[in-house]
């Protein structure tokens, strides 16, 4: 299937929401990998992240040669506390990844403004929420410098596997250095500018996203929150996870933890 099915759906998705750019990739964590990548982390720079997610958040920051530092969730809503943020920000700090859980949107009025305050870059960990919006009416995964996004064949949006990048236009990212780290850090056929590796989302799934997007999304965004914590996600924070344990990844998100336990043992109540 020709290359061109893939520009159709990036440009289709940049248009429709109004972006700078838009690249779709291999999966989710490919998606958080390639932007965390452009920011060229050094040992000791960390990134600000919620504990209560998917292990794939904190591996894409470790990956990409950041360190993960955790704040607590918000006991009502799950999503990371911005009240809480502020206080976990050092020198070192370079990047807040937010998560919008179960397609409930993290306060990103809020979230952005601390952001700004001590210029840090902002990106929407938007596996989970795909044509959620908050109450101003803008869509999660548009409102920093990147959102990531899973097409897992669990996402109400699903390629069975796949994700994209969305850069809004405002964004502090280098949108062609992102786009250049998902193709190998080419920049022009041949010429390799960066690091990379192959993000690259294979066309026939590219098509797949595109006509769900086109045709379906009323669909799309009524399986919105269906797989929430009474489903079990998630019985343990990240940093509980044994391989977190052995590296000496630690975190005291005592909210986030108290939950966990609730879904593990079966007791949570929304």
Request: aromatic share 8%.
């Amino acid at each position: 299937m020709p290359e061109i099915i893939r520009n159709i759906f990036e440009n289709y998705v940049k248009d429709k929401f109004d972006l700078l750019d838009c690249i779709a990739v291999n999966n989710g964590t490919s998606a958080l990998i390639a932007p965390l990548w452009s920011l060229d982390l050094q040992p000791g720079d960390e990134v600000i992240t919620t504990p209560f997610t998917f292990i794939a958040t904190s591996n894409a920051i470790l990956i990409a040669g950041g360190k993960p530092v955790f704040v607590d969730i918000d006991p009502k809503t799950l999503l990371i506390d911005p009240l809480k943020i502020e206080a976990a920000i050092t020198e070192n700090t370079k990047a807040i990844i937010p998560v919008h859980l179960y397609g409930r949107v993290c306060d990103m009025e809020r979230i952005n403004e601390i952001a700004k305050r001590h210029n840090l870059v902002v990106i929407e960990d938007t596996a989970q929420a795909f044509g959620a919006t908050c109450h101003c009416g803008k869509h999660a995964g548009m409102m920093s410098d990147a959102g990531t996004f899973s097409f897992y064949k669990t996402k109400n949006i699903s390629t069975f596997e796949g994700g994209m990048i969305c850069i809004p236009k405002d964004s502090k990212l280098d949108a062609e250095k992102v786009r250049a780290i998902c193709n190998q850090g080419q920049v022009g056929k041949y010429n390799h500018e960066y690091l990379g590796f192959n993000f690259r989302l294979a066309e026939p799934l590219c098509l797949m996203a595109y006509e769900q997007m086109k045709l379906h999304m009323k669909g799309v965004k009524a399986e919105l929150g269906l797989r929430g914590p009474e489903k079990g996600h998630y019985p343990n924070v990240v940093y509980e996870q044994p391989i977190y344990k052995k590296m000496g990844i630690t975190g005291v998100c005592p909210i986030a933890e108290r939950v966990a336990k609730s879904i593990r043992e079966g007791t949570y109540e929304d």
